[in-house]
């Protein structure tokens, strides 16, 4: 079947670095892509989002980039927080589908 | 405040039991969600809503049963709860537009331990 995964379930960065998270899917019909951000004990909250049509999108300290040749997506985020220490999930949905899908996940820790 | 609440927080029961987790949304969505998170963090869909009627029933056990009073509204019902059961049930909605197009707002969880 179709799925959405991430190379690295874990990730430790140190505070004020820069940190990828990295996702691949399968599905070559995607078409639009979400990043989430759960803390701790809290529902998943939308950082950033991206359409196929494009493959670069900027938020602030974000950015996610879209590479549909290799399937891949990328959260990138600048100049680390403590407060960015979550698991992130990557999504994606194809046009006529009615659900996101969610990938695995990776726990991004960040050291002070 | 505007938000996604769900209740209860925790839920824990013993095998066999009915239980309900309720969800409301005060974002005018269309659109409700229930995922189930198991242990290893993995979200899956359960069930969708829009404007009351059912559109995604995944592969759930029929043990399982929405209920949606309202738009605002989307409640879990839950019978003959198994060890299995146990995980966080979140509750999700989206607005109006192709629902899968648009960002969902999660609500907090509901951790159910099944004993």
């Known amino acids: 079947g179709e799925s959405v995964g991430l190379h690295l379930p874990t990730l430790s960065v140190q505070e004020g670095d820069n940190s990828i998270i990295n996702c691949a899917y399968s599905?070559?019909?995607?078409?639009?892509f979400i990043w989430y951000k759960q803390e701790s004990g809290k529902g998943p909250q939308f950082i950033i989002d991206?359409?196929?049509?494009?493959d670069k999108r900027q938020g602030q300290r974000v950015t996610v980039l879209l590479n549909k040749t290799v399937k891949h997506l990328s959260l990138q985020i600048a100049a680390t927080q403590p407060g960015d220490s979550a698991v992130y999930f990557c999504?994606?949905?194809?046009?006529?589908?009615?659900?996101?899908?969610f990938g695995t996940g990776t726990r991004l820790t960040i050291i002070p | 405040d505007t938000a996604v609440s769900q209740t209860p927080k925790y839920l824990v029961t013993q095998m066999g039991n009915d239980k309900s987790i309720k969800c409301e949304q005060n974002?005018?969505?269309?659109?409700m969600y229930w995922y189930k998170q198991d242990s290893k963090k993995f979200l899956k869909i359960m069930f969708s809503?829009?404007?009351?009627?059912?559109?995604i029933n995944e592969t759930v056990p029929n043990r399982f049963s929405p209920k949606s009073p309202d738009k605002a509204h989307l409640n879990l019902h839950i019978n003959s709860l198994e060890l299995g059961d146990s995980a966080v049930y979140f509750c999700?909605?989206?607005?109006?537009?192709?629902?899968?197009?648009?960002?969902?707002?999660f609500g907090p969880g509901t951790r159910l331990t099944v004993l």
């Open positions: 999700a909605s989206s607005p109006p537009g192709l629902a899968s197009y648009n960002e969902q707002f």
């Open positions: 991206i359409r196929s049509n494009m």
């Open positions: 999504a994606e949905n194809a046009f006529g589908n009615e659900k996101l899908t």
């Open positions: 974002l005018g969505h269309d659109t």
């Open positions: 809503y829009n404007n009351k009627e059912l559109i």
């Open positions: 599905n070559s019909a995607s078409d639009y």
